[in-house]
């Protein structure tokens, strides 16, 4: 393992919505094979990763509403969407060679492992990318809690929370032409602004456990080998 490198393990967000490229539902092909490849790239520099895969591509909980559904029901339903994103994702690495596990919180032997952290921690030391689906198991919490609490379960160094924006601004980018964009934060100042980097409950967790996040732009494609060398890329909230 490279003594160069800044971040050794590494807890990768990405969100199940960067999977839908220019759709509007769904996964793409290009997308997949777009973080296949970056991922690839980190492993073969040495760098462990765990990646949290979310669902919104496919189903969110809140989409019950109106339907009928149970809210409880709805969260197990974008549980499973992101078991399909974590299937998907996996054959694409496997298509680059990369050895994986994927790893749910609910129980289905058939396509996955039960996600164990001691199993996860052993996988991650092999050199296997592990992938985390199904949140953390339970309803009424987002895949952001996921990401938190499994980040601090595999001793993770940093939490890496893929976005199309290249980090946290004053206000919205893509609305507000004059916000302007933070290169570090403090969570107290995050909280105090109300800046949605996280949901609450993943980012006080991570806040209590002193789990720096950086916010980045993962459609640069080089944007994740420069930050594992330790180059300021997104903003680094922390502290």
């Known amino acids: 393992m490279s003594s160069a490198l ?3 393990r590494i807890l990768l967000k990405l969100s199940g919505e960067s999977l839908m490229g220019d759709q509007k539902y769904g996964i793409t092909a290009p997308m997949l094979k777009h973080y296949a490849n970056q991922i690839k790239l980190l492993q073969e520099m040495g760098v462990e990763v765990c990646v ?7 189903f969110r909980g809140i989409q019950s509403e ?9 969260d197990y339903m974008g ?10 994702l996996q054959g694409a690495l496997e298509n680059v060679g990369i050895y994986t596990r994927l790893m749910t919180a609910l129980k289905m032997e058939n396509v996955a492992e039960p996600y164990i952290r001691r199993r996860a921690i052993r996988h991650l030391e092999k ?4 992938i985390c689906a199904a949140g953390t198991g339970n309803p009424y919490f987002t895949t952001d809690s996921a ?10 160094d940093v939490i890496l929370k893929a976005t199309r924006v290249d980090g946290i601004y004053t206000a919205d980018p893509e609305k507000d032409p004059t916000a302007t964009k933070y290169e570090e934060i403090s969570f107290e100042k995050v909280i105090r602004l109300g800046l949605q980097v996280m949901d609450m409950t993943a980012f006080t967790l991570c806040q209590e456990e002193d789990m720096p996040i950086i916010v980045f732009d993962i459609n640069e494609p080089d944007n994740l080998r420069k930050i594992v060398l330790g180059e300021k890329i997104g903003t680094l909230v922390k502290g």
């Open 52 to 58: 949290v895969i979310g669902g919104g591509n496919i």
């Open 79 to 88: 549980m499973l969407a992101t078991v399909i994103n974590g299937l998907a």
């Open 66 to 74: 109106g339907t009928g559904i149970e809210g409880v029901t709805g």
């Open 6 to 8: 800044k971040y050794k």
């Open 127 to 130: 050199g296997r990318v592990v």
């Open 147 to 156: 990401a938190a609490l499994r980040s601090r379960e595999i001793g993770a």
